[in-house]
């Protein structure tokens, strides 16, 4: 029989929850992630699936329109702005990641952003907050409906599903909308939700973000104009439950005057140091310690000397790549990623050009590559590992195997780090101006008056760096 | 991957004993041998003499009907609400029409739209087997876009026509991957899972996409498909056919700027859902042009039902089952049917949940259950578009009747549009029991409207708005639309 009310609950919990509620636990993991996901979307710009969505988005035209991150000229409607500066956060999978599974960030940031932009009256930096949070916890409720959402995908690409759900709740919020209003933003959203994980691995990938982020804006905007959808959309197998094979979902009890305890403080993410799916910082960090192994013990170390390179990994078909053609399947592929730290000793942000694709001596190395799925390797981000080992032409062989990679929930960036990260990616498109004003405005964003200025900075580009990448592609 | 590495590949492969999910991994297909590639072939390079004489009247049709019913749905509130919040939230930009709303013209993927949303939104559109809505897809994405070329090279009737057929040939062999799609659905909303991909197809033909862009066309639509059942029935059902419309242009669009999807998105692989992800079972077959002129559309095998009320499609049954007790009540005393002749009304129907509605609360719940249809005609011999006003939902004759509604699941009346019937089974306060059945309604492809009906329900629905010039123009515009050197013709009509 139906369970009743949950998601009235949903809808009465995003309206009653307020800033009172916000621990510093959240408020400090929060603020992290809204710096990566900026860090990440600056960088983003730069890309081809970006200028190919922001040329298609100029075609449309609105009074009021919103900024796009890292170009001072250009604005665009909201909803377009949403899109466009989601694609560019997911771009090169730079993003943060959740578990459950999930990219939470990028959904909502992008969408919350863009409309505050329009709204007539600034919210501050602690409204933005307490919206931004509302969106992940939406999100991370929903993902603990279904046993399915604990591993990694095979069906729906899990943004495109709870993304856009997170995004509509996030907007509701800061909109301000009643209790059934916000319960309609979410019945509207679910239709907008769902993309099959076969994009990911392509350029349509980062629109799996981008569009969870316009939608769900979209979503909680007809929500405030009076559109009404099935008011039990959670509540329901043929509603939101048709994303997932099982799916057993519960309310969310809020009580405005007492305490709330969010998800995110129990369950940290995971930031990137490399821009690819999160399965690959496993295999990286296995094959770079594998490869100090045998830098150790033998002298002149040549990679011509390895005859076979082996990789214990979780099974899953979309991270099981053995020769990438396009720089969005090497960042989905555990042979492409294990190969490019024995190479090069590193992986990072340029390991994925074109050119450092298709070097020969790295095809090489991808052609002695193996992959096993052992059955003790889970495919879940919380219980996974990855094993890389080398056999070389001596018949030596070198082991190693990553539990945690440092990055993971388990084992998080430092501060220092993560800062460092954004300073790295910001820099290719902001003045220094621009990117210390964002990190100190996201530093204390709970005590900002008004989050437009934080817009203000996202457009200070370095005037000289906004020619020469506009004419380049990456 | 070059073929040397390939044979260097191989003998080490049987040496190592190499995972058997890797090794099927290396024996991808060839790119050209994939469904997915197929059907970026078809849209690309099908011709109009393709088109036979049958599929290119069946296809006016469907192209007359979808207008009338669009420019009716521009006077409902849910077309309103769409039509402002595009308003609001985007500058004007005079490019594509706006049915209905004379000098109302939005950019091309808002057009799409909210004419999609004005096509589905009283439930009044046409519907195929296997089940879904087809034109309310595709010709708003059409129009629009067509409105969005430039005047020097507008599309003639001919080929809007063709990229109009493209669009609902799509679905339909989408729709023949999956048992499951032959049923009433359950879960997806099936034009919001094969629409998107009608428009995207359709849209990429008037774009002149080479056979890779309308396969990455298509991909692109498949990651904006599919919206839950749950939605029906609800004001947001509308929005399904809309949003596939719009985002199927979209899709186009960006295709047509070099963006790129999964080239096995049709394709079924395992680990890895592509359009499959929307289906249960799933068995791809490619779309094959063969090399003489000839294409057998599924248009010419299966005709389209055209509803001659706006309620969904299952109503239809039950209402003239329904109409024919009706007829013998009225027979036997007063002009009309009191509720207080009437003591309990059986309902033999499929079993389908979300058309099973003993009391609904609102026009679009009314538009979908069975009671309140079958009660509706049994009062008034027939249901029209008065059926489903905010007075005629709470007649209390109406409300007398349907306390009194019991619905049955016969084990030989599937849920599926080809093979159900409606039964009416009325006992009388005498105890006499009226009978009506309905294995095929007026409207059904079996039994379709005559064109002297579907035009007499276009005027009816076109002339509530378009002042009557403009009603019969379009009915000799459309009629006339594979002769036209230029659509502009039917362009400047809509509105």
Not at chain 1, 20 to 39: C, E, H
Not at chain 1, 62 to 76: A, D, Y
Not at chain 1, 211 to 234: D, K, S, V
Not at chain 2, 143 to 171: R, V
């Given at each position: 029989?139906?369970?009743?009310?949950i998601?009235?609950?949903?809808?009465?919990?995003?309206?009653?929850?307020?800033?009172?509620?916000?621990?510093?636990?959240?408020?400090?993991?929060?603020?992290?992630?809204?710096?990566?996901?900026?860090?990440?979307?600056?960088?983003?710009?730069?890309?081809a699936?970006?200028?190919?969505?922001?040329?298609?988005?100029?075609?449309?035209?609105?009074?009021?329109?919103?900024?796009?991150?890292?170009?001072?000229?250009?604005?665009l409607?909201?909803?377009?702005?949403?899109?466009?500066?989601?694609?560019?956060?997911?771009?090169?999978?730079?993003?943060?990641?959740?578990?459950?599974?999930?990219?939470?960030?990028?959904?909502?940031?992008?969408?919350?952003?863009?409309?505050?932009?329009?709204?007539?009256?600034?919210?501050?930096?602690?409204?933005?907050?307490?919206?931004?949070?509302?969106?992940?916890?939406?999100?991370?409720?929903?993902?603990?409906?279904?046993?399915?959402?604990?591993?990694?995908?095979e069906?729906?690409?899990?943004?495109?599903?709870?993304?856009?759900?997170?995004?509509?709740?996030?907007?509701?919020?800061?909109?301000?909308?009643s209790?059934?209003?916000?319960?309609?933003?979410?019945?509207?959203?679910?239709?907008?939700?769902?993309?099959?994980?076969?994009?990911?691995?392509?350029?349509?990938?980062?629109?799996?973000?981008?569009?969870?982020?316009?939608?769900?804006?979209?979503?909680?905007?007809?929500?405030?104009?009076?559109?009404?959808?099935?008011?039990?959309?959670?509540?329901?197998?043929?509603g939101?439950?048709?994303?997932?094979?099982?799916?057993?979902?519960?309310?969310?009890?809020?009580?405005?005057s007492?305490?709330?305890?969010?998800?995110?403080?129990d369950?940290?993410?995971?930031?990137?140091?490399?821009?690819?799916?999160?399965?690959?910082?496993?295999?990286?960090?296995?094959?770079?310690?594998?490869?100090?192994?045998?830098?150790?013990?033998?002298?002149?170390?040549?990679?011509?000397?390895?005859r076979?390179?082996?990789?214990?990994?979780?099974?899953?078909?979309?991270?099981?790549?053995p020769?990438?053609?396009?720089?969005?399947?090497?960042?989905?592929?555990?042979?492409f990623?294990?190969?490019?730290?024995?190479?090069?000793?590193k992986?990072?942000?340029?390991?994925?050009?074109?050119?450092?694709?298709n070097?020969?001596?790295?095809?090489?190395?991808?052609?002695?590559?193996?992959?096993?799925?052992?059955?003790?390797?889970?495919?879940?981000?919380?219980?996974?590992?990855?094993e890389?080992?080398?056999?070389?032409?001596?018949?030596?062989?070198?082991?190693?195997?990553?539990?945690?990679?440092?990055?993971?929930?388990?084992?998080?960036?430092?501060?220092?780090?993560?800062?460092?990260?954004?300073?790295?990616?910001?820099?290719?498109?902001?003045?220094?101006?621009?990117?210390?004003?964002?990190?100190?405005?996201?530093?204390?964003?709970?005590?900002?008056?008004?989050?437009?200025?934080?817009?203000?900075?996202?457009?200070?580009?370095?005037?000289?760096?906004?020619?020469?990448?506009?004419?380049?592609?990456? | 991957?070059?073929?040397?590495?390939?044979?260097?590949?191989?003998?080490?492969?049987?040496?190592?004993?190499?995972?058997?999910?890797?090794?099927?991994?290396?024996?991808?297909?060839?790119?050209e041998d994939?469904?997915?590639?197929?059907?970026?072939?078809?849209?690309?390079?099908?011709?109009?003499?393709?088109?036979?004489?049958?599929?290119?009247?069946?296809?006016?049709?469907?192209?007359?009907?979808?207008?009338?019913?669009?420019?009716?749905?521009?006077?409902?509130?849910?077309?309103?609400?769409a039509?402002?919040?595009?308003?609001?939230?985007?500058?004007?930009?005079?490019?594509?029409?706006?049915?209905?709303?004379?000098?109302?013209?939005?950019?091309?993927?808002?057009?799409?739209?909210?004419?999609?949303?004005?096509?589905?939104?009283?439930?009044?559109?046409?519907?195929?087997?296997?089940?879904?809505?087809?034109?309310?897809?595709?010709?708003?994405?059409?129009?629009?876009?067509?409105?969005?070329?430039?005047?020097?090279?507008?599309?003639?009737?001919?080929?809007?026509?063709l990229?109009?057929?493209i669009?609902?040939?799509?679905?339909?062999?989408?729709?023949?991957?999956?048992?499951?799609?032959?049923?009433?659905?359950?879960?997806?909303?099936?034009?919001?899972?094969?629409?998107?991909?009608?428009?995207?197809?359709?849209?990429?033909?008037?774009?002149?996409?080479?056979?890779?862009?309308?396969?990455?066309?298509?991909?692109?639509?498949?990651?904006?498909?599919?919206?839950?059942?749950?939605?029906?029935?609800?004001?947001?059902?509308?929005?399904?056919?809309?949003?596939?419309?719009?985002?199927?242009?979209?899709?186009?669009?960006?295709?047509?700027?070099?963006?790129?999807?999964?080239?096995?998105?049709?394709d079924?692989v395992?680990?890895?859902?592509?359009?499959?992800?929307?289906?249960?079972?799933?068995?791809?077959?490619?779309?094959?042009?063969?090399?003489?002129?000839?294409?057998?559309?599924?248009?010419?095998?299966?005709?389209?039902?055209?509803?001659?009320?706006?309620a969904h499609?299952?109503?239809?049954?039950?209402?003239?089952?329904?109409a024919?007790?009706?007829?013998?009540?009225?027979?036997?005393?007063?002009?009309?049917?009191?509720?207080?002749?009437?003591?309990?009304?059986?309902?033999?129907?499929?079993?389908?949940?979300?058309?099973?509605?003993?009391?609904?609360?609102?026009?679009?719940?009314a538009?979908?259950?069975?009671?309140?249809?079958?009660?509706?005609?049994?009062?008034?011999?027939?249901?029209?578009?008065?059926?489903?006003?905010?007075?005629?939902?709470?007649?209390?004759?109406?409300?007398?009747?349907?306390?009194?509604?019991?619905?049955?699941?016969?084990?030989?009346?599937?849920?599926?549009?080809?093979?159900?019937?409606?039964?009416?089974?009325?006992?009388?306060?005498?105890?006499?029991?009226?009978?009506?059945?309905?294995?095929?309604?007026?409207?059904h492809?079996?039994?379709?409207?005559?064109?002297?009906?579907?035009?007499?329900?276009?005027?009816?629905?076109?002339?509530?708005?378009?002042?009557?010039?403009?009603?019969?123009?379009?009915?000799?515009?459309?009629?006339?639309?594979?002769r036209?050197?230029?659509?502009?013709a039917?362009?400047?009509?809509?509105?």
């Amino acid at each position: 029989m139906l369970r009743k009310g949950i998601t009235e609950s949903f809808g009465a919990a995003i309206h009653a929850l307020n800033t009172t509620q916000l621990t510093d636990g959240v408020i400090n993991r929060s603020k992290r992630m809204m710096l990566d996901t900026l860090g990440v979307g600056l960088l983003g710009t730069r890309t081809a699936v970006f200028n190919k969505a922001l040329a298609y988005s100029q075609l449309f035209t609105s009074h009021e329109s919103s900024s796009v991150w890292g170009k001072s000229e250009i604005t665009l409607p909201p909803h377009y702005a949403a899109f466009v500066n989601g694609i560019a956060v997911h771009s090169m999978d730079f993003d943060d990641t959740w578990h459950p599974a999930t990219h939470p960030s990028g959904a909502v940031l992008p969408a919350l952003l863009a409309l505050a932009e329009t709204l007539p009256s600034q919210p501050s930096g602690l409204d933005l907050l307490l919206a931004f949070n509302v969106g992940i916890e939406v999100q991370g409720r929903l993902m603990r409906f279904s046993r399915e959402a604990y591993n990694i995908p095979e069906r729906f690409h899990p943004p495109s599903v709870v993304g856009v759900m997170g995004s509509a709740a996030a907007s509701a919020k800061l909109l301000g909308l009643s209790p059934a209003q916000c319960t309609n933003a979410l019945a509207i959203a679910a239709s907008s939700a769902g993309a099959p994980l076969a994009n990911a691995a392509t350029q349509t990938k980062p629109l799996h973000i981008g569009n969870a982020a316009r939608r769900g804006l979209e979503a909680a905007q007809l929500a405030q104009r009076g559109l009404e959808g099935n008011p039990a959309i959670l509540d329901v197998n043929c509603g939101f439950g048709v994303y997932y094979k099982d799916y057993s979902p519960s309310a969310m009890a809020v009580s405005a005057s007492s305490d709330f305890k969010w998800i995110l403080e129990d369950q940290d993410v995971a930031f990137k140091r490399i821009p690819a799916h999160l399965g690959m910082h496993w295999v990286v960090d296995a094959a770079l310690a594998a490869r100090a192994k045998l830098e150790n013990s033998v002298r002149n170390f040549d990679l011509s000397q390895i005859r076979h390179v082996t990789l214990r990994v979780p099974p899953s078909k979309y991270v099981d790549c053995p020769f990438p053609a396009t720089e969005h399947q090497a960042r989905h592929s555990f042979q492409f990623n294990a190969s490019c730290a024995l190479l090069d000793n590193k992986v990072t942000v340029s390991s994925f050009s074109e050119a450092q694709i298709n070097r020969p001596a790295l095809k090489e190395l991808l052609s002695k590559v193996e992959v096993e799925t052992p059955k003790d390797n889970l495919p879940s981000f919380d219980k996974m590992y990855c094993e890389v080992e080398m056999e070389t032409d001596q018949g030596q062989r070198y082991v190693a195997r990553c539990d945690t990679f440092y990055g993971h929930w388990r084992k998080p960036l430092s501060q220092k780090d993560l800062v460092e990260k954004f300073s790295v990616n910001a820099s290719s498109v902001l003045c220094t101006e621009g990117v210390e004003g964002v990190i100190d405005v996201t530093g204390n964003i709970e005590r900002v008056r008004e989050c437009s200025i934080l817009g203000s900075y996202l457009r200070m580009t370095s005037s000289q760096h906004e020619q020469l990448y506009s004419t380049r592609s990456l | 991957m070059s073929s040397k590495l390939q044979k260097t590949i191989r003998p080490v492969l049987a040496v190592r004993g190499l995972h058997k999910s890797a090794v099927e991994v290396l024996r991808r297909p060839a790119p050209e041998d994939t469904v997915t590639a197929s059907f970026g072939k078809f849209i690309s390079e099908v011709k109009p003499q393709h088109l036979s004489s049958v599929v290119l009247h069946r296809s006016k049709r469907m192209v007359l009907d979808s207008i009338g019913v669009g420019v009716i749905g521009s006077t409902t509130d849910v077309f309103e609400l769409a039509l402002q919040h595009c308003q609001h939230m985007y500058a004007p930009d005079d490019i594509s029409s706006v049915y209905g709303r004379r000098g109302t013209r939005l950019s091309p993927t808002l057009a799409a739209f909210v004419n999609g949303v004005a096509t589905h939104s009283m439930d009044f559109d046409d519907t195929w087997h296997p089940a879904t809505h087809p034109s309310g897809a595709v010709l708003p994405a059409v129009l629009a876009l067509s409105d969005m070329m430039s005047a020097n090279s507008k599309p003639s009737g001919l080929d809007f026509l063709l990229a109009f057929n493209i669009g609902i040939e799509i679905q339909g062999r989408l729709m023949r991957f999956s048992n499951e799609a032959h049923n009433i659905p359950k879960r997806f909303h099936p034009p919001s899972v094969v629409g998107t991909m009608g428009s995207a197809a359709a849209c990429a033909r008037l774009l002149s996409l080479d056979p890779s862009q309308c396969s990455h066309a298509l991909a692109i639509a498949t990651s904006l498909s599919g919206a839950p059942m749950a939605n029906a029935a609800t004001q947001s059902k509308p929005l399904h056919i809309g949003n596939a419309s719009r985002l199927g242009l979209e899709a186009a669009l960006l295709a047509s700027r070099g963006l790129e999807a999964s080239s096995l998105v049709l394709d079924a692989v395992t680990g890895v859902a592509g359009f499959n992800a929307f289906y249960e079972d799933y068995v791809p077959q490619p779309l094959e042009l063969s090399n003489d002129d000839g294409h057998m559309f599924l248009l010419e095998e299966q005709d389209m039902a055209f509803k001659r009320f706006p309620a969904h499609l299952g109503m239809h049954w039950v209402a003239d089952a329904a109409a024919s007790v009706h007829k013998i009540l009225v027979g036997f005393g007063p002009g009309t049917v009191s509720p207080a002749q009437v003591q309990d009304i059986l309902l033999r129907v499929p079993k389908s949940k979300y058309i099973n509605r003993p009391f609904p609360d609102s026009e679009h719940e009314a538009r979908h259950s069975f009671q309140f249809n079958a009660c509706s005609a049994l009062l008034d011999g027939e249901v029209t578009v008065q059926s489903f006003t905010p007075a005629a939902l709470r007649r209390p004759d109406l409300l007398a009747l349907l306390s009194r509604v019991r619905m049955e699941h016969p084990q030989d009346n599937p849920a599926n549009f080809n093979s159900m019937y409606g039964e009416v089974q009325v006992t009388l306060v005498g105890g006499d029991i009226l009978k009506g059945h309905c294995d095929t309604f007026y409207g059904h492809w079996r039994n379709p409207l005559t064109n002297e009906s579907l035009r007499k329900k276009f005027r009816n629905n076109a002339g509530a708005v378009l002042p009557s010039e403009k009603v019969e123009r379009l009915i000799d515009v459309v009629e006339e639309l594979d002769r036209l050197g230029d659509c502009r013709a039917l362009l400047s009509q809509l509105q």
